[in-house]
């Protein structure tokens, strides 16, 4: 499955919608740099609004414009991380464990 195939599917936890997957965390395994570093799927990002994700602005080290940020900030302030394992299964719509944890979607 490709991350485009999952970017804007309904996310579900009992049948109750709780938004879209807007975004994808990643964490690599192995050497840190270099050809043996292996990414592995850590877990979901959803939110009520689809689009552009947060284009790198959700990182807390970045220096941003203050405009810019708020902006992003505004638009993702619901957006919260789910963790690969919580996800029960992705068959049109990606449905949850009942007792996911909604972690924070900042890096």
Do not use: H
């Amino acid at each position: 499955m490709l991350l485009s195939d999952l970017l804007d599917r309904p996310v579900l936890c009992d049948g109750t919608a709780v938004g879209k997957v807007i975004d994808a965390r990643f964490t690599l395994t192995g050497r840190a740099s270099g050809p043996l570093a292996q990414p592995q799927l850590l877990g979901l990002v959803v939110g009520r609004r689809r689009g552009a994700a947060f284009l790198g602005y959700e990182r807390r080290t970045t220096n941003r414009p203050a405009v810019i940020n708020r902006f992003f900030a505004w638009r993702q302030r619901r957006s919260f991380l789910v963790d690969w394992g919580d996800v029960l299964r992705v068959e049109g719509v990606v449905e949850l464990s009942p007792d996911f944890t909604r972690w924070s979607a900042q890096v």
